[in-house]
């Protein structure tokens, strides 16, 4: 499962141009899932997206969570974060999971999210089109892969 995080300061995705789902200060999360993902890919990614220090202390460090400054968290689907693209020019999307498999771990760790957090998750629609708006703030943007765990 591959994450990546975004710090915000705020966020929204709409579709068919009607609001889904936006939040302020917090977190955008791009979700991809593989095949072979599962149950203790969700609870790790969750304990590192909830405690992951990026929001800035009274001293401008970053060492505060979206936890410790009761941010929001916006989760969107991503396959696309698993694309190939070592061949040719067009990406190659085989690593991502099927909706079979995608949809039950996708609702799994939005849900996960939630109890962790305390908040409710806005999300997406999964598979579809969506329109995603953000101001990155910062930037800071974090690339978290549960099989890397670097």
């Not at 994450?3 to 979700?31: F, P, T």
Request: charged share 25%.
């Amino acid at each position: 499962m591959r994450l990546v995080i975004q710090r915000v300061s705020e966020a929204s995705v709409s579709i068919n141009e009607e609001l889904k789902s936006a939040i302020d200060c917090g977190l955008l999360i791009l979700v991809g899932i593989e095949p072979n993902d599962d149950s203790k890919d969700i609870e790790w990614l969750v304990n590192k997206t909830c405690n992951l220090r990026i929001f800035d202390d009274e001293n401008g460090v970053m060492n505060k969570s979206v936890l410790d400054v009761k941010g929001g968290l916006l989760v969107i689907s991503q396959f696309t974060l698993h694309a190939r693209t070592k061949k040719g020019n067009r990406p190659s999307y085989v690593n991502a999971a099927g909706p079979d498999i995608a949809i039950p771990l996708y609702d799994e760790f939005v849900t996960e999210l939630e109890k962790a957090s305390g908040v409710k998750v806005g999300t997406g629609e999964f598979g579809a089109n969506m329109q995603v708006q953000l101001v990155n703030d910062g930037p800071i943007t974090i690339i978290i892969d549960s099989k890397r765990k670097e």
